[in-house]
């Protein structure tokens, strides 16, 4: 079982700041890595799929970068549509989704 | 565009089973892999396996190998979860969402809109 890990599980930040979010695999993955973007209520969206690859009409201040066992999520340039709760999740041996973290206002 | 349309709240007693289901529209049903997603109450994503609606393969987690059922009905466009044993832990809102596909195999991209199952005595 690959076991994906986040952090920080909370980060308090403000409009325009730059937003980093890690994530790590247990085993390596390559590059089968995806990143979600969660609002309460509301379904999972798709932001970045194959570590660096944004989704259709994902805006260019999400980015993506990693590959092997450590991933990063990057906002530059926060908005207030942003604050959410962001999931990475591994796809390359069956399907495993890392605890979350939140971002949320400061 | 692709909609994925779930049936509604459930509330079962525990021990019991529910059926949830996931009627697709906007793309060819057969050509991409459905998932289901199951998430607690204030936690994270948890995945619980995949169909193939074209044949009807499915693929389970372990931690609900034995418990959950998938199947899917081609004529319908619709997938279905059968959950069994129902536990009070079991109270979740649960996802259907369909696979990227082509190279991207096992990456959840649209989503439906969640239905919730509550356990309950």
């Known amino acids: 079982d690959n076991q994906m890990t986040q952090s920080p599980s909370t980060l308090s930040a403000s409009v325009g700041d730059k937003v980093t979010i890690t994530c790590r695999a247990s085993?390596?993955?390559?590059?089968?890595l995806a990143w979600y973007q969660q609002k309460p209520g509301k379904a999972p969206k798709l932001l970045i799929y194959?570590?660096?690859n944004l989704d259709i009409g994902v805006p260019s201040r999400f980015s993506g970068s990693g590959s092997g066992t450590e991933f990063t999520l990057t906002i530059s340039g926060l908005q207030p549509d942003d604050f959410a709760t962001y999931y990475c999740q591994q796809y390359n041996s069956y399907v495993t989704f890392g605890p979350g973290t939140k971002v949320d206002m400061k | 565009q692709v909609q994925l349309v779930q049936s509604g709240a459930e509330v079962k007693k525990p021990g019991a089973s529910v059926k949830v289901s996931c009627k697709a529209s906007?793309?060819?049903?057969?050509?991409?892999?459905m998932h289901w997603v199951r998430q607690a109450p204030g936690q994270g994503l948890e995945w619980m396996g995949a169909?193939?609606?074209?044949?009807?393969?499915?693929t389970y987690a372990d931690n609900f190998r034995g418990r959950v059922i998938m199947t899917s009905d081609t004529s319908t466009s619709t997938v279905h979860l059968e959950l069994t044993s129902l536990r009070s832990d079991d109270t979740a809102v649960f996802y259907c969402?369909?696979?990227?596909?082509?190279?991207?195999?096992?990456?959840?991209?649209?989503w439906g809109q969640g239905t919730l199952v509550t356990v309950s005595s």
């Open positions: 085993q390596s993955i390559g590059d089968y």
């Open positions: 169909i193939n609606p074209s044949g009807g393969s499915a």
């Open positions: 906007g793309y060819t049903f057969s050509d991409y892999y």
């Open positions: 969402a369909k696979d990227f596909g082509g190279v991207e195999l096992l990456l959840p991209s649209d």
């Open positions: 194959r570590a660096s």
